[in-house]
């Protein structure tokens, strides 16, 4: 019983953990994409966080091979931080 409860409290906390990921990441259209410049032009949606409304603008990427699975007019989500002052993706995948 002791083991089933603690999986039960270790899948809560997996459950809740990728839902907040989830409901941070911002949804954009890819526009442009120079992987040796390590930069994404996205059409992103309303990013509170930034303060911004919805714009197209060019992303630094956290590593260029995060360009490697996506093609312009790609729908993705993404999240991003602002790094050394930059706008900066951390994340990014496909949208289904
Ligand atoms: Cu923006």
Same mark, same amino acid.
């Given at each position: 019983?002791? @083991?089933? #409860?603690?999986?039960? +409290?270790?899948l809560?906390? /997996? @459950? #809740?953990?990728s839902?907040v990921?989830?409901?941070?990441? =911002?949804?954009?259209?890819? !526009?442009k =994409?120079?992987?040796?410049?390590? *930069?994404? +032009?996205? %059409?992103?949606?309303? /990013?509170?966080k930034f303060? &911004? #409304?919805?714009?197209?603008?060019?992303?630094r990427?956290?590593?260029? #091979? &995060?360009?490697k699975g996506? %093609? @312009?007019?790609? %729908?993705? *989500?993404?999240?991003?931080d !602002? /790094?050394?002052?930059k706008? +900066? @993706? +951390? /994340? &990014? !995948? *496909?949208s !289904?």
């Amino acid at each position: 019983m002791r @083991v089933v #409860s603690s999986m039960a +409290t270790s899948l809560a906390m /997996i @459950v #809740s953990l990728s839902t907040v990921a989830f409901a941070e990441m =911002i949804s954009a259209d890819v !526009q442009k =994409i120079d992987e040796a410049a390590g *930069k994404v +032009t996205l %059409k992103h949606g309303p /990013i509170p966080k930034f303060d &911004m #409304s919805e714009m197209t603008m060019v992303y630094r990427v956290r590593d260029p #091979s &995060m360009l490697k699975g996506v %093609k @312009v007019r790609d %729908k993705v *989500k993404f999240d991003a931080d !602002q /790094i050394d002052g930059k706008y +900066t @993706v +951390t /994340i &990014m !995948q *496909k949208s !289904q």
